[in-house]
């Protein structure tokens, strides 16, 4: 079984639905991999790029390496979860039965099928790994409900509620979940399947609807 590519928001940091959904997540009876979003670190690389003057793609290597460290933030949070870096960390993670916490700067910066700058966020990366693992899921955690008004990717990009990038990295054979804090505080434990509303990627639609 392929592990659900599972991307926590950043936003979900200083909430107590960070908590958990970490709980749920090292309860689940399929393997998942967690994918930190940026949260404060990534905040201050954006309040400082004005006052220092550093350049986007500059911006883009610190926002990476803020998803690092909220993810070794995260980790700690629970004896279960194991930070990672590389595809064989993850492989042995999830083979003593742990579960792996992505931190993305060795595998992501540098990378050419990854664009530079901030339309790119923990979204699309998260997306980028799913595929890269040859995963059939991909669970968002946001700290937001309004993802529920929506059924397509597209629509959510437009929203601001994913990146914009995301339409685009997200495979088209991969299955978008979306979960919001309502969700989190409702959760059934042990988790068995994927939470989250799924949603329609535009090349799955068009491929449906083709002749």
């Known amino acids: 079984m392929t592990p659900l590519v599972a991307k926590l928001g950043g936003s979900t940091a200083g ?5 958990l959904w970490l709980n749920a997540f090292v309860t689940a009876t399929f393997p998942i991999i967690v994918v930190p979003g940026g949260g404060p670190f990534a905040d201050q690389v954006r309040s400082s790029q004005t006052k220092l003057g550093y ?3 500059a911006a883009h290597e610190m926002a990476i390496l803020a998803m690092d460290q909220l993810g070794i933030a995260m980790a700690e949070r629970h004896e ?3 930070p990672v870096r590389t595809l064989d ?8 039965g742990l579960v792996p916490v992505w931190l993305p700067s060795l ?10 700058g901030w ?24 700290q937001t409900d309004e993802y529920d008004t929506f059924d397509r990717v597209d629509a959510l990009a437009a929203a ?5 990038m995301l339409p685009r990295m997200l495979d088209p054979s991969i299955t978008l979940h979306i979960a919001g804090p309502a969700l989190a505080r409702s959760l059934t434990l042990p988790l068995a399947t994927a939470p989250g509303r799924v949603m329609i990627h535009d090349r799955q639609a068009e491929t449906a609807e083709a002749p």
């Open 15 to 19: 909430h107590g639905e960070m908590q």
């Open 55 to 57: 350049s986007d793609a």
């Open 80 to 82: 279960r979860m194991q």
């Open 89 to 96: 960390d993850m492989r042995q993670t999830l083979r003593r």
């Open 107 to 116: 595998m992501a910066i540098g990378r050419g099928d990854i664009p530079v």
């Open 119 to 142: 339309d790119v966020t923990s979204d699309s990366l998260s997306a980028w790994l799913a595929r890269e693992i040859g995963a059939t899921g991909l669970l968002l955690v946001k």
């Open 160 to 164: 601001g509620i994913v990146d914009n």
